[in-house]
C-alpha cells in the first residue's frame, strides 16, 4: 500500500489529579461545574485546583491542541 500523503500530528497529555478529601470533592460537586463536563472536569475551572501535575499540552487537554493544530496549519500554507 502507499503511505497516507495526509499530514498528522499527535498531541497527548496526562494531567495528574492530587489525592482531594471528600469536603473538597462535596463543595465542588455542589458547585454544579462537573455536571456539564466530560470527565466531570474542565482544566480551566475551578478543578484546576485538584490538577498536581500535568505533562503535555493544557490546551490538548481542553479540547484543541493549539501548538500542534498551528503546525498544521503552517504545513499547509497558512497563518497559525
Given at each position: 500500500?502507499?503511505?497516507d500523503?495526509r499530514?498528522a500530528?499527535l498531541?497527548?497529555a496526562?494531567?495528574?489529579?492530587?489525592?482531594?478529601?471528600?469536603?473538597s470533592?462535596?463543595a465542588?460537586v455542589?458547585?454544579?461545574e462537573?455536571?456539564?463536563?466530560a470527565g466531570a472536569?474542565?482544566i480551566?475551572g475551578?478543578?484546576?485546583?485538584?490538577?498536581?501535575?500535568?505533562?503535555?499540552?493544557?490546551?490538548?487537554v481542553?479540547g484543541?491542541?493549539?501548538?500542534?493544530?498551528?503546525?498544521l496549519?503552517r504545513?499547509?500554507?497558512q497563518?497559525?
Amino acid at each position: 500500500g502507499s503511505a497516507d500523503p495526509r499530514p498528522a500530528v499527535l498531541s497527548a497529555a496526562a494531567p495528574a489529579a492530587a489525592v482531594i478529601d471528600a469536603a473538597s470533592i462535596a463543595a465542588y460537586v455542589a458547585s454544579g461545574e462537573p455536571l456539564d463536563k466530560a470527565g466531570a472536569y474542565a482544566i480551566q475551572g475551578a478543578a484546576q485546583a485538584f490538577i498536581a501535575h500535568l505533562s503535555g499540552s493544557h490546551s490538548g487537554v481542553m479540547g484543541l491542541p493549539l501548538f500542534e493544530t498551528a503546525a498544521l496549519l503552517r504545513g499547509f500554507g497558512q497563518p497559525a
